[in-house]
Structure formats: structure tokens, C-alpha cells
């Protein structure tokens, strides 16, 4: 199975300040049709998870232009530019290329200060 | 708007079986895979079924391979999932996740729903 590593486990940001989270996955996920099957979850503070970027770095409908993705093959990063009070929770990152099954970060704690 | 609505939870004895539910509206069913994934008390997401949109293909994570299965009922738009010989491991909260296409491979989930916990416990 992939594995995917999530860095940092937990973080604290200022408001207004910007954030990141780093995921690596154990290969490659970039798929021979040119998409890279990386993908960026939020699961809000007693809410199911809700995607906020796909394919690496395409924002999901609604999402947050603060919000960006970046990477490539099995270095992939999530960016706030400027975190804000909602953006709290989990952020997991998942790949959905080397099936099955689709596996998913340990997940990573935002949390304000 | 889409709307997964699951169903069925529950505490069930180690060794039981249970039926979760999905109730799916506001897109067409029969056109996009489903998935169960689920997420044991305090930790994180962990992939547990995948049926394409047509019902033809159903994979499993090896985890629950030989003791769940997941099907659908398009005419119902309602996807399931029948966990049988329950362990305390397969304590969690199960989401329902709508896949971004027909095919259960290489896909990503766009929208999940709120969760139905389930309890194997004696």
C-alpha cells in the first residue's frame, strides 16, 4: 500500500498568518494520462471531511483562494495564505492512484492561537 | 445540492452483523461511484469499499475483505454496506462519500456525508 507522511502532525498559526503541511507519498502518483492523483481533505471541529483541492492543485467548488496546493510525483504541499478562525481542524492529504486501496495521511492538527 | 444521508448505526456485539445505509439525492445516482470510509474514535480516515456506478465492480480494503460488502440499489438511490463478523477494531464512525465519477478507480470523493458511528462491543 501507499504510504502517505504528513509533516508537520500539528500546528498553531496566528491569524492573518500564513501555514503549511507537507505530504509525501512512498511513490509516485503521477498517472501515465498526466494527472497527479494528490488530493487535500479539511475535516472541520466535529464535521465530516470536505475536499478542498484535487489533482495537486485544482480548488474545489466554493474553496478559499487563500488555499493552494503544489507538488509533484511524491512531494506535495498545502498552503493558507492567510489562516482565518474557520480554517481549524484536520487536514488529511489522500492519493487515488495505486489502488486499492486509497490511503490517506495521518493528518494534521491546525489549530489558531 | 447533493446530500448523503447515512443510517443503520449502532452497538452490536462482537461477532454481529449490521446493515449501514446511505440515502443519496440531489445528483444522479447511478452515474458516480460510492465509497465507505470510516474513522475509529480519535484517529484518522482509513478507506474501507469502493462500487462503481453501475454496481458491476466492488473492492475492499483487506481489512474487511471476506466481511463486508457494499452494494447499491440505483432505483433507490441508496448505497449499503453489510458488515458481518464484527470485530472491536471495526469500532468507528462510517461515512458514505460520493465518488467524482462512474468508475471506483482513480477518483476522488467530492462530497460526504454527516457519518453513522458503530460500536462492537460486548
Known amino acids: 500500500d501507499i504510504v502517505m507522511t504528513q509533516t508537520p502532525l500539528s500546528l498553531s498559526v496566528t491569524p492573518g498568518q500564513p501555514a503549511s503541511i507537507s505530504c509525501k507519498s512512498s511513490q509516485s502518483l503521477l498517472h501515465s494520462d498526466g494527472k497527479t492523483y494528490l488530493y487535500w481533505y479539511l475535516q472541520k471541529p466535529g464535521q465530516s471531511p470536505q475536499l478542498l483541492i484535487y489533482?495537486?492543485?485544482s480548488r474545489f467548488s466554493g474553496v478559499p483562494d487563500r488555499f493552494s496546493g503544489s507538488g509533484s510525483g511524491t512531494d506535495f504541499t498545502l498552503k493558507i495564505s492567510r489562516v482565518e478562525a474557520e480554517d481549524v481542524g484536520v487536514y488529511y492529504c489522500m492519493q487515488g492512484i495505486h489502488l486499492p486501496p486509497y490511503t490517506f495521511g495521518q493528518g494534521t492538527k491546525l489549530e489558531i492561537k | 445540492e447533493v446530500q448523503l444521508v447515512e443510517s443503520g448505526g449502532g452497538l452490536v456485539q462482537p461477532g454481529g452483523s449490521l446493515r449501514l445505509s446511505c440515502a443519496a439525492s440531489g445528483f444522479t445516482f447511478s452515474s458516480y461511484a460510492m465509497s465507505w470510509v470510516r474513522q475509529a474514535p480519535g484517529k484518522g480516515l482509513e478507506w474501507v469499499s469502493a462500487i462503481s456506478g453501475s454496481g458491476g465492480s466492488t473492492y475492499y480494503a483487506d481489512s474487511v475483505k471476506g466481511r463486508f460488502t457494499i452494494s447499491r440499489d440505483n432505483s433507490k438511490n441508496t448505497l449499503y454496506l453489510q458488515m458481518n463478523s464484527l470485530r472491536a477494531e471495526d469500532t468507528a464512525v462510517y461515512y458514505c462519500a460520493k465518488g467524482y465519477s462512474s468508475s471506483w478507480y482513480e477518483t476522488y470523493f467530492d462530497y460526504w456525508g454527516q457519518g453513522t458511528l458503530v460500536t462492537v462491543s460486548s
Open positions: 489533482e495537486v492543485s
